[in-house]
């Protein structure tokens, strides 16, 4: 079975400071893993995603993230916080192979502060 | 940019009543997903529809739920007789492939269902 966790159900940053979102990632063999983006009373915007390759992913609106097979984590970062980038952030992952199907995290909730 | 659409955006109905929720997938791609959310919760996957059949489905999906593509656009998810937990956000998605490469799933605005 393949799962997702997301730690934090909320994360407080200021505008201009690196924000982290962490994601850690269970799965059979090779992992493909993607982060969403879900601004309010919107649906799932693509991010950016990881299949192989350079293990330093860059994404839309400036975000980027790094896969770690060692520590099995996804975290996505920025290196500069936009206020509008306050939304509901999900992490997914899929077994490269079986089933396409990708498992959703629960969701962080970034909140970014003038 | 292509968009996976979806309608209604929001409807209320009283519990027992069938729903229909409406998906219009992106115009090329074969794979077609109904996802839901409650409120506060992870997002969950209900069933994938490739070429006019089920392709995978959840526990969720059981038989009150069904999908069709009643033509070549629309792919509607259909709850025959709703439940007070059926309250949910529903997402329509699609992706070009189903297996391969990764393939980047794209998610409608979604419908948001109320059942009172």
Redesign the interface.
């Known amino acids: 079975a393949q799962s997702v966790a997301q730690p934090e159900d909320q994360v407080n940053v200021a505008e201009g400071n690196p924000l982290t979102v962490k994601c850690t990632y269970s799965v059979s063999g090779n992992p ?1 893993l ?1 982060w ?1 983006v879900q601004y309010p ?6 991010l950016l ?1 990881y ?1 192989t390759g350079d293990n330093l992913v860059k994404g839309s609106y400036g975000f980027e993230a790094e896969f770690n097979k060692s520590q099995t984590s996804f975290h996505l970062k920025k290196p500069s916080a936009l206020v509008s980038d306050s939304a509901l952030y ?1 992490c997914a992952v ?1 077994a ?1 192979g079986g ?9 962080t909730s970034l909140i970014v502060h003038p | 940019e292509p968009e ?1 659409t ?1 309608t209604p955006s929001h409807q209320v109905t009283q519990m027992g009543q069938e729903v229909i929720l409406r998906c219009v997938p992106i115009s090329n791609h074969l ?1 077609f ?1 109904w ?1 839901r959310q409650i409120l506060g ?5 209900l069933v ?1 529809f490739y070429n006019n059949e089920i392709s ?1 489905k959840s526990e969720i999906f059981d038989d009150q739920f069904s999908v069709e593509r009643p033509d070549g656009s629309n792919f509607t998810l259909k709850i025959r007789s709703t439940k007070l937990e059926d309250s949910a956000m529903y ?1 329509c ?1 699609s992706s070009a492939t ?2 391969a ?10 419908s948001w269902l109320t059942v009172v």
């Open positions: 493909y993607f969403y009373n919107r649906g799932l915007q693509f995603k299949i999900f899929r490269s089933s396409y199907i990708p498992t959703f995290g629960r969701g | 996976v979806q794979y997903y996802y919760q992870k997002v969950e996957f994938s995978e997402f998605a189903g297996t490469s990764g393939n980047t799933i794209y998610f409608g605005e979604g």
